[in-house]
């Protein structure tokens, strides 16, 4: 897909892979540094029935620049307790894209990855990723482009592109949120070392406080650790039921952006049906803004 002068809503965690043109890749989050030591891998998160967001509820991110620019919608939707379906777009944009990723609990990461760009043409595939248990790889599938295998060594694994999303299902359900957690974490947008296609590395996450965001109190955690080098960011989850309000990094999550900034501006309840109606609603804007943008 050409680029343009503006983020366009396809490019999730996107890197450049000739011959094939600005491919997304999906992605969830990194964690940072810590003061103590940090809870080692899966055991950072607990599964509570309890705690899974509500099935239907629908988050209202906007996605930009760390100082607001280049603005864009990123609204997820809770499919199931382990399913989280995103989309991201701009009004006036000439596609969109949507991601939808399948959790594994008891490791604490995507079990399956899956995108799909929409265009004035219509619904088209763009990737498909699996994280196998049997092994320690990620397994990534562009349409019509080429395959990678993508190994790693610490569990879980989670990948920078899809803004978080994945790990939002997963926040609520933190063993101790008061304690420093590592993950595994893939950088799309850089390679790793030796020619590896993608980096591959550590990010841990540290709790730096308690801040009130929009009205909501928050535990602040620095977002650090070898993946991202040097840089550093902040994430800001709600006491009260553990979910994402807020992220900031240096490290930006797509190739489009500067930096990245996330910050929820509202939540709602929508049954599968209505979901799929606001997806068909952002299809014929697309086919709209297409037409109006044809000579």
Request: with cysteine.
């Amino acid at each position: 897909m050409p680029s343009s002068s503006r983020p366009g809503p396809a490019r999730l965690g996107l890197r450049q892979l000739p011959p094939i043109a600005r491919l997304a890749l999906f992605g969830f989050l990194a964690l940072g540094g810590a003061l103590q030591p940090a809870a080692a891998q899966v055991s950072a998160f607990r599964y509570r029935p309890e705690r899974a967001p509500a099935v239907g509820t629908v988050w209202h991110f906007t996605k930009s620049n760390r100082d607001g620019s280049a603005p864009w919608h990123l609204d997820a939707f809770v499919a199931s307790p382990t399913r989280i379906e995103a989309v991201k777009w701009a009004g006036g944009a000439t596609d969109f894209v949507e991601v939808h990723a399948d959790l594994d609990l008891a490791r604490a990461m995507p079990a399956v990855m899956q995108q799909w760009n929409t265009v004035a043409a219509g619904r088209k595939p763009r990737l498909w990723a699996e994280l196998p248990a049997e092994a320690k790889e990620l397994r990534l599938k562009i349409a019509d482009g080429p395959s990678f295998v993508v190994p790693y060594e610490m569990a879980p694994l989670h990948v920078w592109g899809f803004d978080l999303m994945g790990l939002a299902l997963l926040f609520p359900h933190l063993a101790e949120p008061d304690r420093p957690f590592e993950v595994s974490f893939l950088d799309p947008n850089q390679p790793g070392p030796k020619e590896a296609p993608f980096l591959v590395d550590r990010a841990r996450f540290t709790p730096a406080g308690e801040e009130t965001v929009d009205g909501a109190p928050c535990r602040k955690y620095e977002l650090a650790g070898p993946v991202f080098g040097e840089a550093k960011g902040a994430v800001w989850l709600s006491k009260a039921d553990g979910t994402l309000r807020r992220a900031e990094h240096a490290v930006r999550t797509s190739t489009d952006w500067n930096d990245f900034k996330l910050v929820r501006t509202g939540e709602e309840k929508l049954d599968g049906l209505a979901w799929e109606r606001f997806k068909e609603g952002l299809a014929e804007a697309v086919r709209a803004a297409r037409g109006a943008a044809s000579p």
